[in-house]
DNA sequence: ATAATAGTGTCTATGAGACAGTATGCG
DNA sequence: CGCATACTGTCTCATAGACACTATTAT
C-alpha cells in the first residue's frame, strides 16, 4: 500500500455562449510550471476536505470564482508522466454547461473567453481535453437536451435553435426543430413573451431540471 | 505540492456473451478487505511503470491473466473515502469487450461468470461499476459499431443479430437489421461460408477493425 | 402599410418495420 | 423431397426536411 501515488487533480472545461459561438473559460497561470499560458481551472484532490472528486471539482470552481454551475459531467481521466512535469499527474475531466450571463458576472476579471475553434497553444495538455470535451458535446446535442443549460432561465426557442446551430455548426429546419423540441419535452412553455422589437413577441420557455451531475454515460 | 494523495487504481469490467446473455468477469478476492467476494479485476497505478492509465490497466490485465483485450475504453471515474477501508480511493474503470472464446481460454479458473441481470453484492462498489458499464454499452450500441468486438474474428450475420438482441432485451427486424449493418460498413464480407446443419450455409463476415482506446466519447 | 421575426400546414423524400417470398445446403 | 436457416423484394408507416404561408408587434 506504499506505492509513491500520482498527483491527483481536477480540471473543468466550462463551455459558454458568447456572440453566437463556443467559448471556454481560461485563466492565466500566474506561476510555474507554464507560467502566463492560459489554462483550464482545477486543483487538487484534497482527501481531508473532498467527499469525491465531484465534490473536489465544484470547491475548486466555487474558490477560484464563486460560482457553482448548474450542470457538470465527468468527461474522462488524462494521465501520464510528462503532462505536468512536477510529477506523473491524473486530471480528472469535468465539462460544464454555463449560461452567458451566470458566468461573466461572477467571474469577471478572472476568466479569458475564448472560441474553441481557435484556441491559443494552453498549459500541460489542455488544449486535448477541450477538444474532448467540445466533441462530448456535439455528439450529445445529437440526442440528448444539454445545450438548454447554456441559455438563461428563460428562452425562446428561435434562442434554443440558434444554440443548437451554433454547437452543431450548421443550420436547422425551423418546423422539423420545433417539433422535435417539443414531443421530447426538453422544455416547458411559460405565459411570458419576449418584448420590445418591431415584430411579433416570442413565447418563453424554461428548461426542464436536469441532475447536477449526470451518469447517464452515453 | 505534498498533500497527501489518494490512492489510484484502475479496474476493468471485461464484458462478453455467453450462453446467450451479456455476462462479466470476476474474481474471488483471496485477502481483506473484501475477501471471498467477487470483485473486477483492477490494480494499483505504478508511476514508475505505466506510461498512462490505460497503460496501466493493460498491464494488470496482462499480468493476472495474460490477455490483452482487443477493445477497452474508459469509463468513468468512481471516487470516496469510503469506498475502499483502507484510504481515499480513486478507481478509474474500463470497460472491455471480449469474445467468450478469448476470455476463457486465456483466464480458465481465474474468473468467475455473471450474467449482469443477476448479480450477487460484489466488493467496494463494484456493482455500481458493472451497471454504469452495462447502461454505456447498451446506450452505444444503439448507434455504434461495438457489439462486433463481443464476435470472434468471423461470424455471420444471424449471429451477429442475436448479439445485438441479447445486449438490448429485444427481438430486432432481420431485413432492417441487415440493411443498417450494410449501409455503415460496419462489417467486411468474406468470401467463406459456414458448413453443417441442414439449412442454407451463411456467409462469414469480420468486423472493420477499431481503436484499441477509443476516444470517441458519445 | 412595412419590416421583421414568430409560428404552422403540408408536401415530399427517406428510412425503419412487417412480412412474405425465394435460395440453398443437408439428411 | 422436405426441413431448417439464409437472404431479399416490397408494402406501409413514421419521421425529417423543404418551403411557403399566416400571425403579431413596433414604427
Same mark, same amino acid.
Given at each position: 500500500m506504499d506505492y509513491p501515488q500520482p498527483l491527483v487533480t481536477v480540471d473543468a472545461v466550462l463551455l459558454t455562449l458568447r456572440d453566437g459561438c463556443l467559448q471556454v473559460a481560461l485563466h492565466r497561470?500566474? #506561476?510555474?510550471?507554464?507560467?502566463?499560458? %492560459? #489554462?483550464?481551472? =482545477? =486543483?487538487?484532490?484534497?482527501?481531508?476536505?473532498? #467527499?469525491?472528486?465531484?465534490?473536489a471539482i465544484l470547491r475548486? %470552481? %466555487?474558490?477560484?470564482?464563486?460560482?457553482?454551475?448548474?450542470?457538470?459531467?465527468? %468527461?474522462?481521466?488524462?494521465? =501520464?508522466?510528462d503532462r505536468d512535469p512536477r510529477s506523473w499527474s491524473v486530471s480528472i475531466a469535468f465539462v460544464a454547461l454555463v449560461p452567458e450571463a451566470a458566468l461573466t458576472e461572477a467571474t469577471e476579471g478572472i476568466f479569458h473567453f475564448h472560441s474553441v475553434d481557435a484556441l491559443p497553444a494552453l498549459a500541460f495538455d489542455h488544449g486535448t481535453i477541450v477538444a474532448a470535451a467540445v466533441q462530448r458535446l456535439r455528439n450529445k446535442t445529437r440526442y440528448s437536451t444539454l445545450p438548454t443549460q447554456l441559455l438563461p432561465q428563460r428562452f425562446t426557442l428561435s434562442q434554443l435553435q440558434a444554440t443548437y446551430e451554433a454547437i452543431v455548426g450548421h443550420p436547422l429546419n425551423k418546423a422539423a426543430f420545433r417539433r422535435k423540441i417539443e414531443e421530447e419535452g426538453v422544455v416547458v412553455a411559460t405565459d411570458a413573451y419576449t418584448q420590445g422589437g418591431a415584430h411579433r413577441p416570442a413565447q418563453l420557455y424554461e428548461a426542464r431540471p436536469v441532475e447536477l451531475f449526470d451518469r447517464t454515460i452515453a
Open positions: 497561470r500566474p #506561476a510555474e510550471p507554464f507560467r502566463d499560458r %492560459l #489554462a483550464l481551472p =482545477g =486543483g487538487v484532490v484534497h482527501v481531508d476536505q473532498d #467527499a469525491s472528486v465531484e465534490a475548486v %470552481l %466555487l474558490d477560484k470564482t464563486g460560482f457553482r454551475p448548474r450542470y457538470i459531467e465527468q %468527461l474522462g481521466v488524462f494521465s =501520464g508522466p
